[in-house]
């Protein structure tokens, strides 16, 4: 049997990072892949990491400090775990400082706005990003196994020449983890974990196309494999609204195995914060694309109604979305001001034209006309444009006050009293069908500050730590901006790795 000191299973943002760090730390590690590609979700990403407080934020002079972060989360989240919440603002600046000390990655800041107005809140936001590198710039063998982004992942083409956000955040970590001999395992899907006598950890077992491996691991194993968005029993079970074929994650992928390997060693789980969701523009194929960022248009569903303000950010509305069952699908009707481009930023967007054949877009010179191919009420369809134009003739959206928040005019470019708000009245009309996505699951393996797995009576499982959306997230139903996500799987990973560090045998 193969042994290593440390084994990461999973290739995201917050696996790579501890992969990372063991590698640097002079631990023998190994990263356990299911796929041929790493990154998973974090590779089709924008490579936003919500980490307050750090040195990025300071040279971009922005107003970003821990205690601001604090304030912040204070007052938007929901009976959170305050160890782990403080765990988290204190480790990010540590965290960045280490990451930066490296000379292949270095981060910058990204204005992208955060999600709720609360003290605390910075204008444009506290998010930061990896830089771009260009692919010539790895070792081949690295360049190769980063996930194309999403367009050209779903449909079987290569990655680009220059890799950006999440993919230059998986790039920059695999090439630390290979320059300091970490190793990567590719098409090894993981399916139990080992222990010992004992009760502790000591490997995990991989299901390759000659049958079962069985790999060591002499100080931990990092489970950082994603939720189970990708598994429609387990879906169902833990009340996760949507479908396996609207989620953001790549295709055939994390279907929680690393979970329940955790859970038949007695791992605790709390699926309460269900999924980091968004409304997803369906695609010719029934799948689902991340969009945001509305500039005109309104939602309706299917009594022809509007339900939320358009403009929130993407959690907020998919969460408005998931609240009634006639709300999946939607339609999003707009008008003809882009020359019949979505007027919004969907990953992928797809074409147009395709979408017209295949239904999931209609069009018609009339309201009416788009109400009968849309199988909407005509008089309430009507009604719905006629309203939301008045809103926008006034710049006051009576209904759910759209455009009165930071957020909502973030993407926006009208030019009317409110530019989040643009009439709908350039015919041809245009509806298209939206179900209800997701960037993962939210609820998984119970930790603690440590990253440590822990039983349900509150004790960790020897040896055993998480992160990422393997977890249950430190921010509970709550998304505070972009680069949640990463940012609190990148934290978690590295403090695991620091107790695997603490976590020597002369010092057990």
């Known amino acids: 049997m193969d042994t290593y000191d440390v084994i990461v299973v999973g290739s995201g943002g ?27 979700t974090s590779a089709y990403s924008g490579g936003a ?20 972060a604090r304030s912040y989360l204070d007052a938007i989240l ?4 305050d160890v782990k919440v403080e765990a988290f603002l204190t480790h990010s600046s540590e965290l960045v400082a280490t990451l930066e000390e490296d000379p292949d990655l270095e981060f910058e800041w990204l204005p992208f706005s955060e999600y709720y107005d609360a003290p605390g809140r910075v204008p444009f936001g506290r998010s930061i990003q990896p830089t771009n590198i260009k692919r ?26 220059t890799l950006s956000g999440g993919q230059a955040l998986i790039a920059r970590l695999a090439l630390i983890l290979t320059r300091e001999g970490g190793e990567i395992r590719t ?13 502790e950890v000591i490997g995990v077992v991989g299901m390759s196309a000659e049958g079962p491996v069985e790999l060591g691991a002499t100080r931990g194993v990092i489970l950082g494999a994603g939720g189970f ?21 790549p295709r055939a992928t994390n279907t929680g195995e690393p979970i329940d390997a955790a859970v038949a060693l007695g791992a605790a789980t709390d699926f309460s914060a269900l999924g980091w969701f968004c409304p997803g523009l369906e695609q010719t194929d029934g799948g689902g694309s991340f969009t945001l960022g509305f500039r005109s248009g309104l939602m309706l569903d299917q009594t022809g109604r509007r339900y939320a303000n358009e403009c929130l950010p993407y959690d907020r509305f998919g969460r408005e979305m998931a609240k009634a069952p006639d709300r999946i699908p939607s339609w999003f009707v707009f008008d003809n001001a882009e020359g019949g481009r979505l007027p919004a930023i969907a ?15 209609v069009t018609a010179d009339t309201l009416e006309g788009l109400a009968a191919a849309t ?74 500050a440590a990253g440590r797995v822990l039983r349900e009576d509150g004790r960790p499982i020897p040896r055993l730590y998480a992160c990422g959306n393997t977890t249950a997230s430190v921010f509970g139903s709550v998304y505070p901006g972009p680069g949640a996500p990463l940012g609190t799987a990148m934290v978690f990973a590295s403090l695991a790795v620091l107790a695997i560090e603490g976590d020597s045998p002369g010092t057990r």
């Open 14 to 40: 917050g696996a790579m990072t501890g992969a990372a760090l063991a590698a640097k730390a002079g631990l023998r590690t190994l990263v356990v892949e299911k796929t041929s590609y790493l990154g998973g």
């Open 49 to 68: 990491c919500w980490l307050p407080g750090t040195q990025v934020q300071e040279r971009a002079g922005i107003g970003d400090s821990t205690e601001g």
């Open 78 to 81: 929901e009976d959170p775990d």
């Open 136 to 161: 010539p710039d790895l070792p081949p063998d690295v360049a190769a196994l980063v996930r194309p982004p999403v367009e050209r992942d779903r449909v079987g083409e290569g990655g680009r020449n």
């Open 187 to 199: 098409n090894l899907p993981v399916t139990g974990l080992l222990t010992d006598d004992a009760g």
């Open 229 to 249: 968005e990708g598994n429609a029993d387990q879906r169902r079970e833990r009340g996760v609204p949507g479908d396996v074929a609207w989620t953001m994650a």
């Open 347 to 361: 990953m992928p967007e797809g074409d147009p034209a395709a979408h017209l054949e295949a239904g999931t877009w």
């Open 375 to 448: 199988g909407l009420p005509a008089d309430t369809l009507t009604e719905s444009v006629a309203r939301f134009n008045r809103f926008a003739e006034t710049g006051v959206d009576e209904d759910f006050g759209r455009g009165a928040d930071e957020y909502d005019t973030f993407f926006a470019g009208g030019t009317g009293p409110n530019k989040a708000l643009t009439p709908c009245d350039q015919p041809p009309y245009f509806a298209a069908r939206f179900v209800l996505s997701d960037l993962g699951t939210k609820g998984g393996l119970v930790t603690d």
